[in-house]
């Protein structure tokens, strides 16, 4: 089955201690994107990668990380979490612009 | 940077009839797609319809069709027959064109919450 699968699905955590958040496609696709939605924003663009090793950032990147060795998985870390990214995180790919995004599941973290 | 705009937080259809959801957005450029995706309460993302502003077409995805009014940056979901499983969270999406010059952006709106009375 085609999917995007994200784990933790929910982590409550503390301020301060790393996290990764990890996002993993099975569809062969170029593009990978992080999200953060929270309540009255919509989503919004963290991350997003084109291709293995290139990353860039989208519009909220300031606290975040990500890295891109294999085409498959793109993972999300939290070097420092402060309780302002306390949010419903999205993994996302596609094939290229254009086309139809596939969401994970989703990923509801806390800090505390 | 583009913006998406939806300007219903909220709303509300009876079952069977009809309703239309508004989006408009901002963008300097002749070549894009927009999107409209569905969260239910299950929170996954599901997209709706797709529509590629070069084509001059409404798309149309069964019960779902879009007005597509590219003067007007006008991009408005109608969904007819409605059905208590339309019920959920509809957003809108920008997404530029060439990959070079404006990368894998994607744009949301804030979201339209739709309540379907039975």
């Known amino acids: 089955e085609a999917q995007v699968t994200q784990n933790p699905r929910y982590l409550i955590t503390v301020t301060g201690k790393k996290l990764t958040v990890t996002c993993s496609q099975n569809?062969?696709?170029?593009?990978m994107s992080w999200y953060r939605q929270d309540p009255g924003l919509g989503l919004r663009q963290i991350y997003y990668?084109?291709?293995?090793?290139?990353?860039d950032k989208g519009d909220v990147p300031e606290g975040y990380k990500v890295s891109r060795k294999e085409k498959r998985n793109f993972p999300l870390i939290l070097e420092s979490p402060s309780p302002n990214q306390t949010s419903l995180y999205f993994c996302a790919s596609r094939l290229a612009v254009g086309y139809e995004q596939y969401f994970g599941p989703g990923t509801r973290l806390t800090v505390t | 940077a583009q913006t998406v705009t939806q300007s219903q937080p909220e709303m509300s259809v009876q079952e069977a009839e009809t309703v239309t959801l508004s989006c408009t957005y901002d963008t300097s450029e002749s070549d894009y797609y927009l999107f409209w995706y569905k969260q239910p309460p299950s929170r996954q993302m599901i997209l709706v319809i797709r529509?590629?502003?070069?084509?001059?077409q409404n798309a149309t995805e069964n019960r779902f069709s879009v007005n597509f009014q590219k003067a007007a940056k006008s991009f408005s979901l109608k969904i007819s027959d409605s059905q208590l499983g339309d019920a959920a969270m509809y957003f809108c999406a920008y997404s530029p064109p060439g990959e070079k010059s404006s990368g894998d952006k994607l744009t949301f709106g804030t979201g339209t919450r739709l309540a379907v009375r039975p």
């Open positions: 990668s084109m291709n293995v090793e290139v990353t």
């Open positions: 529509q590629e502003a070069y084509k001059q």
């Open positions: 569809m062969n696709h170029e593009y």
